[in-house]
């Protein structure tokens, strides 16, 4: 096996083309066996094998700085670069990160995990290169979906005027997580699909005499004029599974001393048919049977994904001014069959987050009720638009925010644990998380009748029903709380879905003969100060439980109105993430050393309990 004796870019550097096709097959068999068993970013990964290596072929990495996009691209540029041995541990507690990441490898120029970002990256990279009188390589690879990001589009309107060698490789596949959507998209397909025009544009009798026809050509191929009047060189578009084009390519456009874009054609999921027809299904998969791709994961509940889009259908069956809006998130947000019940009212706007925010609020102002459905980690990047666009006019723009809390296995650039923070620091904005798919439910059912702004922030995880433990629910109604269950020694009072944790620990203090009282937070903005002051009444002591950093979540908040109540802040305890990048782990493990599972409540409890007798 060739892999094996790769421990750097320099081990394959001599090899032929046929043992480089040898080696791209090796590598998409570990890429595909590793993804079965620990999970991963499969079809971006796949599609991107030949164009790695013909990268570490042609570049003289690290000291030519090669820089990826999402990172979601870079499992063979690990397996080269001396992390094979250790590509078992991928995505796992204390193995190799899911993205590049500087601190793993010198080969990793910079920390990617959100689109859009590597031609701003590249930039600096350049502005670096010149300070320093410095003449290496900057080479950033950037997916075709990608390019609908602002920030992308913002560095190209810088790269092209930069100064000396700048190489950005287009890896058009089609695809950003979903398909590619937009002008852009649409644009990069003709040059696809009509390569002729390539074929004619470089020929001698264009070249020589009849600049006319080359100007028509190009007006007729929006890529091109777009990249070369931006400044650019424009090259493409060549087959990004052939592993000698690419080589060629590259070679011949790598020290082109003026900024440069290559556009590279590759199939999503490349080598596995399964990922080939089902390109988005396995963008993110969890470990899954290679033979047949289902899920080893048995899954016997519906997760909060699941219900927010089944619970959307049937509220937009009766209100015909529902709309939704995602940012190329349509699979993993639970709107795909929203999108096929009801296409006019469904807008995937590709990575383009602020975009995605700025148009809700329009269609806000128009009298329309617009969901933003996003992951938590990518609505940070619409801040400025949550203020001034949304916030500013109180406009009654609904955000279904997803992989809040704690996330599984993608490590600090995907944990969702700022959202509390930055949606509450906006006046008027109504912030709540469900304890369970019932309050779910209500809560979007409450969102329907929002009259300003309005977030729902819920885990990627199961929709527990806790009917039984809960019994007879308080109406729904914003910046309410719901005492759950009743007790005089120490309550836990907490914010979203931890809630399953803090009714077991009441249960296991239960044991030691202490009494424990629940509260259900439900709303992070407004707060039930009513509810939280009886408490400082009641209870001897107060544990606050939530899936945030200290400094973005409720606890400050709650402590005010505690203390203001008469309580003791000696009396009042916190478990939750400190101010810290949370690491990769299975959300288990993760709430397990946060103290948020049900033992890490209780022995809380029981600490903070002792804390208040001794004193």
Partial sequence: MILEHVSSPADIRELDIPHLRMLAAECRQVILDTCSINGGHLASNLGAVELTIALHMTLDTPTDQLVWDV??????????????????????????????????????????????????????????RYLDGGNQRVVAVIGDGALSGGMALEALN?????????????????????RSVGGMAWALNRLRTR?????VRESPLVGRGLRWL????????????????????????????????????????KDIQQPVVLQVATIKGKGYDLAERQPAHFHGVAPFLIENGLSKEEKSMPTYSDVFGETLIRLAETDQRIVAITAAMMDGTGLAEFARRFPDRCYDVGIAEQHAVGMAAS??????????AVYSTFLQRAYDQIVNDVGIGNLPVRFAVDRAGLVSDDGPTHQGVFDVGFLKSVPGMTVCSPGDHR???????????????????????????????????PPMIAGTGALVAEGSDVAIVSLGPVLRSALE?????????????????????????GLLTRLAGTCQAVLVAEETTRSTGVYDAVVEVLVHAGMNIAYIGRCGVPDVFPVQDKRAHLLSSHQLDAQGLAGAARALLAGAERR
């Fill in 439 to 473: 309050d779910f439910l209500r809560m979007l059912e409450l969102s329907v009748a929002a009259t300003g702004p309005f977030a729902i922030r819920y885990p990627k995880d199961v929709a527990y029903d806790l009917s039984e433990e809960i019994g007879e629910r």
């Fill in 158 to 178: 810088n790269l092209g005027r930069a100064h000396g060698q700048c190489l950005v490789i287009v890896n058009d596949n089609a695809m950003s997580i979903s």
């Fill in 505 to 529: 620990a009441r249960k296991i203090l239960a044991g030691d003969g202490v009494q424990a009282c629940v509260v259900d937070l439900r709303f992070a903005q407004p707060l039930d100060t």
């Fill in 195 to 199: 390569a002729w025009y390539l074929r």
């Fill in 71 to 128: 990172g979601h691209q870079g499992y063979t540029h690990k397996l080269l670069t001396g992390r094979y041995k250790s590509f078992s541990t991928l995505r796992q507690c204390g193995g190799i990160s899911g993205f590049v990441n500087p601190n793993e490898s010198p080969y990793d120029t910079f920390l990617a995990g959100h689109a859009s970002t590597s031609l701003s990256i590249a930039a600096g990279l350049l502005a670096a």
């Fill in 214 to 253: 080359r100007t028509l050509l190009k007006r007729l191929y929006l890529p091109t004029i777009f990249f070369e009047e931006l400044g650019f060189r424009y090259f493409g578009v060549v087959d990004g599974h052939d592993i000698g084009k690419l080589m060629e390519a590259i070679n011949m456009v």
């Fill in 363 to 372: 269609l806000a102002s128009r009298g329309y009720k617009p969901y933003v």
